[in-house]
């Protein structure tokens, strides 16, 4: 017998030791997972899930590496900028169904070139953020958006990248003409319609006014320069006239020696 508190290795306790490590080690990795998400295997990447979790705000400590992100059917109602600036290999990201009002515009900084999917859907979105939206080469899903159709909107569209399977379910919520509330975006487009029509006759209309106003106050203003000169002329004219004349003297001239 060996001596007393010298454990041999093939003994029993040496399994236990492997399993603690191995439960510190899915300690450290769940300990990267946000609270109350998710983060299972996609395919070898990393996955956070966070669907359906009453979150108010975007989670500030998503682990770098994520590639996957679904923050759907939560109640957060702003994107403020930078809120993914931490996550460069980021390929979908899922903001759909929730109360999504404001976007700042650099919400989706450090995204442009890795991003391939923003599902943006069943959001209170009424006009589109161009600075934040246009700089992205993923596939964006604004279907089902209170959005206001206008001008803005319709260059805003021109450089965004339309999700073609959801592009047809973007409606005109409100808008400037009324003939155009609850029609399909893309067909009112198509029908060669153009709220931009409407902004420009708006725009050469004031710039006409515009105009005209300054051209009427150079009128007047010359017309004031002329009457005011020749009222000064008339006074200096009549002030000659009132002047008693010189005079002639009738003296002989002295020859010259």
């Not at 592009?167 to 060669?192: M, N, R, W, Y």
Request: one cysteine or more.
């Amino acid at each position: 017998m060996g001596p007393r508190g010298r454990q041999n290795p093939s003994s029993p306790l040496a399994p236990s030791q492997g399993s603690c490590f191995f439960i510190l080690f899915c300690l450290r990795l769940g300990a990267s997972c946000p609270q109350a998400c998710q983060c299972p295997d996609h395919a070898g990447a990393v996955a956070v899930h966070c669907s359906s979790r009453g979150l108010q705000e975007i989670p500030r400590d998503i682990p770098a590496d994520t590639v996957l992100l679904k923050l759907d059917a939560n109640r957060i109602s702003r994107v403020p900028n930078g809120a993914f600036q931490h996550l460069p290999q980021l390929r979908e990201l899922d903001l759909s169904h929730n109360a999504i009002e404001a976007i700042g515009p650099a919400a989706f900084s450090g995204l442009a070139g890795g991003l391939r999917l923003l599902d943006l859907s069943h959001n209170r979105i009424r006009r589109i953020p161009k600075d934040a939206l246009g700089k992205l080469s993923a596939k964006i899903r604004l279907s089902h958006n209170p959005l206001h159709c206008e001008c803005a909107l319709q260059e805003a569209l021109w450089e965004l990248k339309l999700d073609p399977d959801s592009v047809d379910e973007i409606a005109c919520h409100t808008s400037a003409q009324e003939q155009f509330v609850g029609k399909p975006l893309i067909q009112v487009l198509d029908s060669g319609a153009s709220f931009c029509s409407t902004h420009r006759k708006t725009t050469d209309v004031a710039m006409l006014v515009t105009m005209f106003g300054w051209f009427t106050m150079v009128i007047a203003y010359v017309v004031y320069y002329v009457r005011h000169n020749q009222e000064d002329a008339r006074r200096h004219l009549e002030y000659l006239k009132s002047l008693p004349s010189a005079p002639v003297s009738k003296e002989p001239l002295s020859p010259v020696p």
